[in-house]
């Protein structure tokens, strides 16, 4: 059984580009996490997918930051015009969760940006 | 924003004694679970604990919670050189019938443990 994968795993861009960091999920785990990680800091929430439906992005910083998991297995995260403060690792996770309690979430290895 | 704060920031010890951590949170939970981090594998889930458990075991780990307090304490006996990670308490709100239940992480306790 795979785990969570992400990639590019490394990916440098330069102030102003736009970019797409994609997420593969376990088979069938119908909750999708994104988070990104500043250095020294622990995850912080960006968006939640059940499924193909985006049912929380409160914690997307700015209207750059775009998600998305159209057949609701793999999701992208996009971030348009990026800015230095962009750079951070970008952690995916999956649930199997449907029920009011939370389960524990697989993370993948995450994606490091850097923005130049 | 962090909800949950450990405590220590960094602890080092030597292999073969135990290792304890603290998370204090701030809001109601639902549950709390702990996570260890480090470069070789990533974030791992390493345990979870409900609201309503006082104590959970899991191989060498001991987890213990005190909602009146709103604190937790991971314990690591006979720590080993592969114990060497960050780790971090995360919790989640009651449900409320609609949401997330996004995870709120610590910044972490740096454990070294050295051979």
């Known amino acids: 059984g795979a785990g969570v994968s992400q990639s590019p795993r490394y990916k440098v861009a330069k102030r102003g580009q736009d970019v797409a960091l994609r997420c593969d999920p376990i088979s069938g785990h119908v909750s999708l996490f994104w988070y990104q990680q500043a250095l020294g800091q622990g995850p912080e929430f960006l968006t939640y997918f059940q499924n193909e439906a985006q049912l929380d992005k409160s914690g997307l910083p700015s209207d750059r930051f775009f998600a998305e998991r159209p057949e609701g297995s793999v999701s992208t995260l996009k971030i348009q015009r990026t800015q230095q403060e962009d750079s951070a690792v970008y952690l995916c996770a999956s649930s199997s969760r449907q029920g009011p309690y939370s389960y524990e979430q697989y993370f993948g290895p995450g994606t490091r940006l850097t923005v130049t | 924003s962090q909800q949950g704060e450990e405590d220590p920031q960094a602890l080092s010890i030597q292999e073969g004694e135990n290792a304890t951590m603290n998370c204090s949170y701030k809001t109601s939970i639902n549950n709390l679970q702990w996570y260890r981090q480090n470069s070789g594998r990533g974030l791992v889930h390493l345990i979870l604990?409900?609201?309503?458990?006082r104590e959970k075991h899991s191989g060498r780990l001991r987890v213990t919670l005190d909602t009146s307090k709103k604190s937790s304490s991971l314990l690591i006996t006979a720590s080993r050189a592969a114990d060497t990670a960050s780790y971090f308490c995360a919790t989640d709100a009651p449900y409320s019938g609609a949401g997330s239940y996004q995870l709120t992480f610590g910044k972490g306790t740096k454990l070294s443990v050295i051979p």
């Open positions: 604990i409900r609201s309503n458990e």
